[in-house]
């Protein structure tokens, strides 16, 4: 027992300003990394995701900033509207600028900063812009530094603890948007530790469980009543 409020390590984390990243399957897969700026989340997508690794530079595109209540968005975006389909919240936390002025850092195009109270991404990071929208994002080495692909051991939502196709086959989806979402949940076997080996030699079975495809054979499966994290807030600016 102890003599703690209860609720107290939580609190914490409302007083820094949040940042969040979203694993989206829209055309393409990428993230969404958003970072609280003035009201809003000042977003960049990553196609590879975040990498820990201080080696490993990765694109960053810098997208419309998202308002604030679409942080705790997890589910699927229709068909046909703008970015359709899966959305995950792949982690998230807080974040501080490393210089006070993130309006100034942000015109220069190098913007310094810190995550805390990841579940994956923790410590000091930059985004350094290359070109017009374009940006890096680029890990500083320090003890969060890791050489693990945190995109392939760490994939699950870290509010549902659910897969891509989990959160799919869960909000209703189209067959479609569940071979994508499944797809997504895939460790790219193109860069796996099987691609270069015979077929003999690889395991017969997938080392990781493999969503069904499509999950289309489950025809008669209603969609779970949603949470409020599964509602959609309305399009913001
Ligand atoms: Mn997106």
Redesign the pocket.
């Known amino acids: 027992m102890t003599p703690e409020p209860a609720g107290r390590p939580g609190r914490r984390r409302t007083r820094g300003l949040a940042f969040v990243v979203?694993k989206?399957r829209?055309s393409h897969l990428?993230y969404?990394l958003r970072l609280e700026h003035e009201g809003a989340m000042q977003?960049w997508?990553v196609p590879k995701g975040p990498s820990l690794d201080p080696a490993t530079k990765r694109l960053a595109m810098m997208?419309e900033p998202h308002p604030m209540d679409y942080n705790g968005f997890e589910g699927v975006i229709p068909e046909g509207e703008y970015?359709g389909g899966t959305?995950m919240i792949w982690d998230r936390g807080t974040w501080e600028p490393e210089a006070s002025d993130v309006g100034a850092a942000l015109a220069r195009g190098e913007l310094k900063f810190r995550l805390a109270y990841g579940r994956k991404l923790n410590g000091s990071w930059v985004l350094v812009r290359t070109r017009n929208r374009q940006w890096l994002l680029i890990k500083h080495r320090d003890r969060f530094a890791a050489a693990e692909d945190v995109t392939v051991t760490r994939p699950r939502s870290v509010v549902s603890r659910r897969t891509m196709a989990g959160i799919a086959r869960a909000a209703g989806a189209t067959p479609r948007q569940l071979d994508l979402a499944a797809a997504a949940d895939a460790p790219r076997a193109r860069d796996g530790a099987w691609a270069g080996e015979p077929p003999s030699l690889r395991p017969r079975t997938a080392p990781a469980p493999a969503p069904t495809p499509g999950g289309a054979s489950r025809p008669g499966r209603r969609p779970r009543s949603r949470s409020s994290r599964s509602r959609r807030p309305a399009p913001g600016p």
């Open positions: 979203q989206h829209a990428h969404d977003s997508a997208t970015g959305v």
